[in-house]
């Protein structure tokens, strides 16, 4: 028990004048006086009360002194003082994103942030009050040490020796830092002890710290030549790069203007590199630098890889270099062979080839109908009222308005003739090949029924009967619709859609972009069996269900890996890199969001004056109590 004010016990004072006033009461006078047989009995009846009395004068008396007492002790402000807490603990936070490997004669921002909290580690623990928490805040935040003792120093200092032992290894990432993650988790440290202090080790220069000691481990002598990004595009069919660079300096160290250069390998086809450079001022500010590949000298209209770079020992080498891939499409060979040409399948297959031909160099070949089909070397087959005798094995296989099952093709059978059967479709809610298609919008007149359909899944239907089957499965990708188009009420529109969805679904890109950011999920399809990821820093990941979701940890390229039906190996390239903020060496922030201390009921004192003021109320009672009975008696 600890008392605020211990002045008021001065108020015991009161005990003495109590006693003091009892003392000089005056007591009743014995007196001879004659007396009757009634004065005589009423003698007697008060001599067998009298040790009564004292008991009650006692009892008051003692309830007047501990009133007393009660008061002095409420005016002393009683209190049970919560836990003692150290003025001694901190919470240390190392941001651990990319900007943190930015460097000065060898040594990172990193390295100097872990050397100094092993320092703040030796003075901390080396109390006997001290106290001493670690997070590191990289993609993901991590506890290192959690109210860590005195006796555990050697302990935290172990644990933080390895984060920079290795350094072509450090244990800082090359993402963002989750600081928001480290700061939920100090909460939770000080909601232990709120007088403990954050401090917080980093590059980036916070504007408001809102409480947080941040420890600035950047220096003077940085700077940063970097390529943030490029983007390419094709302008009257010539290579057309937009980049953006920037030259993040202070005002003694760094270079004025930058040059920046490009180089196209295996441009148009050729074998050979193309290469342009370009002297740019961008004095700590992004500038975009445009690189056309137009003149006749280096016209450009295809590459393998775009090689985007500047060459500064700077500190910061991870965005030197930027690479572009894809510049080469790849190609896709379809044959289309109909006993009666439908003017519905030519026009959507030539629509398709000019809205894919970012990404795809697709050629047609039509076969006419006294020709015979090749049944290899292409990507996508498309018989219509004819099928061939033997299934093609190397490609996608669309079969429509037929009742032939050609040799290969197991677990599919139709009805002996044609139906004539007439009915709307209907489709299987949210499949793929039905995106942007209102089925409800098709009929048929005619059809080839379907009687058994094993390892197919269908797609749509006309009541019972399959109108879609498709079998997407490394061995085989095909697709059957056992009705005409002239039989139907399909519009061009509807069509085009299925056409357009059924080649995206069996011939998917491998991925939707080639430039990624670390940490960012990517997703990679397959036109095979499997597929496998390769990159830097040993990364080897093989995927057999898709779409494969790689999250890629480290900049630099990755390559994918696949192969498709035929048996070929394709090998496709991504590139990933840093974000953009991780260059700027100055970068500033406006805020920096602070840990909300909360109330812990341990560290709160407890005031006793209730409790004390409910016993003087009791007291008050009793002593009342008393002095009733007495008056009755009397």
Wanted: aromatic letters at 10%; glycine letters at 6%; proline letters at 4%.
């Amino acid at each position: 028990m600890k008392w605020l004010v211990p002045l008021g016990f001065i108020g015991l004072v009161g005990i003495l004048v109590l006693i003091l006033i009892y003392i000089l009461k005056p007591n009743y006078q014995q007196k001879f006086i004659s007396s009757t047989y009634v004065w005589k009995m009423s003698l007697k009846y008060r001599k067998k009360k009298i040790p009564v009395s004292k008991l009650r004068n006692l009892l008051i008396l003692i309830c007047q002194i501990l009133s007393i007492a009660l008061l002095a002790t409420i005016l002393a402000r009683p209190i049970i003082p919560g836990e003692e807490l150290s003025n001694n603990e901190k919470i240390v936070i190392i941001d651990s994103s990319a900007s943190m490997l930015t460097q000065v004669d060898g040594v990172t921002r990193y390295e100097r942030a872990v050397t100094q909290v092993k320092a703040l580690t030796e003075d901390v623990l080396s109390m006997d009050n001290g106290c001493l928490s670690i997070i590191l805040a990289g993609e993901t935040t991590k506890v290192l040490a959690q109210r860590a003792l005195p006796e555990e120093k050697d302990e935290v200092v172990a644990a933080l020796t390895p984060l920079i032992s290795d350094k072509l290894n450090l244990a800082c990432g090359y993402g963002d830092a989750d600081i928001d993650g480290a700061m939920a988790l100090a909460e939770e440290i000080l909601f232990e002890n709120p007088n403990a202090e954050v401090v917080l080790y980093t590059g980036t220069n916070y504007l408001r710290k809102n409480g947080v000691n941040v420890v600035d481990v950047s220096s003077e002598l940085e700077w940063n030549v970097a390529v943030l990004s490029c983007e390419s595009d094709l302008v009257e069919g010539y290579c057309l790069f937009s980049v953006e660079v920037s030259n993040y300096h202070g005002p003694d160290v760094g270079p004025g203007d930058v040059t920046v250069s490009i180089a196209l390998e295996n441009a148009n086809g050729l074998g050979q590199t193309m290469s342009m450079g370009q002297k740019v001022n961008c004095d700590n500010e992004v500038t975009k630098v445009e690189f056309y590949f137009a003149d006749l000298s280096n016209a450009v209209y295809s590459y393998d890889t775009a090689r985007i770079y500047v060459e500064y020992e700077d500190s910061n080498m991870l965005d030197n270099v930027f690479y572009l891939y894809g510049g080469n499409k790849e190609n896709v060979k379809i044959q289309y062979a109909s006993g009666k040409a439908n003017p519905f399948f030519q026009a959507t297959l030539l629509a398709m080839r000019d809205r894919m031909s970012w990404r795809w160099n697709i050629t047609l070949d039509d076969v006419q109908p006294n020709e015979t089909p090749v049944l290899e070397g292409f990507d996508l087959y498309i018989f219509e009222h004819k099928a061939p005798q033997q299934l093609p094995n190397d490609g996608v296989v669309i079969l429509m308005n037929t009742n032939v099952v050609p040799t290969g093709l197991d677990g599919l059978s139709y009805a002996a003739v044609e139906s004539e059967i007439s009915g709307t479709f209907t489709g299987v809610s949210e499949h793929p090949i039905l995106k942007e298609v209102d089925v409800s919008q098709i009929e048929t007149s005619a059809f080839f029924p379907i009687m058994s359909y094993d390892d197919f899944e269908p797609v749509m239907y006309c009541g019972t009967y399959p109108m879609l089957l498709v079998r997407n499965n490394p061995a085989q990708k095909i697709a059957v619709m056992p009705f005409s188009v002239h039989n139907s009420t399909v519009a061009m529109t509807e069509f085009a859609a299925i056409i357009y969805n059924l080649f995206n679904y069996f011939l998917p890109s491998t991925a939707t972009q080639n430039v990624f950011e670390v940490n960012q999920e990517a997703e990679f399809n397959c036109r095979g069996a499997k597929l496998s990821v390769k990159g830097p820093n040993n990364f080897d990941q093989e995927f057999v269900e898709f779409p494969a979701k790689v999250k890629m940890e480290m900049p630099g390229t990755y390559s994918i890996e696949q192969v498709l039906v035929s048996g070929n190996t394709i090998v496709e390239k991504v590139f990933v890199h840093i974000a953009k903020d991780h260059s700027n060496v100055l970068l500033e922030v406006e805020e920096l969001t602070a840990p909300v201390v909360q109330e812990n009921n341990k560290t709160i004192d407890r005031d006793l004056i209730i409790w004390f003021a409910i016993a003087l109320v009791a007291l008050l009672f009793i002593e009342w109590i008393l002095h009733t009975r007495d008056f009755k008696r009397r």
